[in-house]
């Protein structure tokens, strides 16, 4: 029995290993698409209109006899993919198109210490002693990466930290509807939301914005990389993870995903990292592996940070 549950948990562990690498590979073929002539917007439509469908007829296939849910919840978890979802996608593929997209995922992680104090003041859960710590050195982590962006890039990082602000809430508010329901439910009614939220921005085209998809098949196998093995497979694997060895293991692993998007940036996308970046990394994953394990042992864990590259950020 001993040795059934050493195999599970490793098996878990590797699994959301695996998911936050695929979800670190993303900016590779987002990338590679806006190369081919798409932008972000485009880039989003066409994601959740592949990623949507196929995960529902997943859930309808798979996941037999679950009642969907409804009333309130319902709203509120369409919601939270019709607003949280699509804007937070808007601002993080937004500030891909514009800097490096090892710099944007090091400034986004700020989120999971903005996720513990807007549920401090949100939901009444007091953070442990070592948020001061957290919060500290993420802000300087934050600062130093972002003193990596040139004058150009103001903007990206603009949006980089509104992607992780709306992320939070996302992350915060959904924490009290989604625990009632199994993740593959959940998240089919969020990808369905966010889908109709970007299909809505496309038709209204506030500030007139232009919606640009790829000019050429290879362009769009990218495309469909990211809303199959970067969205669909990612989160299957993230919550076969929990599954076996919970949200607090599950989400220590998160912080593996910056270390993939760094790495592939490197070494696909000509992307440099100095010194004073290499700082900032390391102070901000730092961060939320010792806050991660802190809130995880006061069985908040799944709350802090419980990702897309956990529920879906990316």
Not at 23 to 37: I, T, W
Not at 42 to 64: C, D, H, T
Not at 80 to 99: H, K, L, N, P, V
Request: hydrophobic share 55%; charged share 10%.
């Amino acid at each position: 029995m001993a040795s059934v549950r050493s195999n599970q948990r490793v098996i878990g562990i590797a699994l959301a290993v695996l998911s936050c690498t695929l979800y670190g590979v993303n900016p590779l073929f987002s990338v590679r698409a806006f190369e081919d002539g798409a932008n972000s917007r485009g880039l989003m439509v066409a994601r959740f209109l592949i990623a949507a469908p196929l995960l529902l007829a997943y859930r309808f296939i798979m996941v037999r006899g679950v009642p969907w849910p409804r009333g309130r919840d319902l709203v509120e978890i369409f919601l939270f993919g019709y607003i949280g979802f699509t804007f937070q996608s808007f601002f993080y593929f937004g500030a891909i198109e514009r800097m490096d997209s090892g710099l944007v995922s090091i400034i986004f992680y700020c989120f999971p210490v903005m996720a513990v104090l807007l549920s401090w003041w949100l939901l009444r859960h007091k953070p442990g002693k070592v948020i001061g710590i957290c919060l500290v050195a993420t802000v300087a982590g934050a600062g130093l990466t972002a003193g990596e962006v040139s004058g150009g890039e103001t903007v990206g990082v603009v949006l980089t930290l509104a992607g992780a602000l709306t992320y939070t809430f996302y992350v915060v508010l959904s924490s009290r509807v989604m625990p009632k329901y199994d993740g593959i439910t959940g998240l089919s009614i969020i990808l369905i939301g966010a889908m109709f939220g970007w299909l809505t921005l496309w038709l209204v085209r506030p500030f007139g914005m232009q919606v640009q998809f790829p000019n050429s098949t290879p362009g769009w196998v990218n495309v469909v990389v990211i809303a199959t093995v970067g969205t669909i497979f990612a989160m299957a694997m993230f919550f076969a993870a929990m599954k076996r060895v919970g949200p607090g293991p599950t989400s220590v692993a998160s912080a593996f995903e910056p270390v993939v998007t760094i790495a592939v940036g490197l070494l696909f996308l000509d992307e440099r990292l100095t010194a004073r970046s290499v700082i900032g990394a390391v102070l901000v994953i730092g961060a939320v592996l010792l806050l991660t394990v802190s809130e995880a042992r006061r069985d908040v864990g799944s709350l802090t940070i419980a990702t897309p590259g956990g529920a879906a950020h990316n």
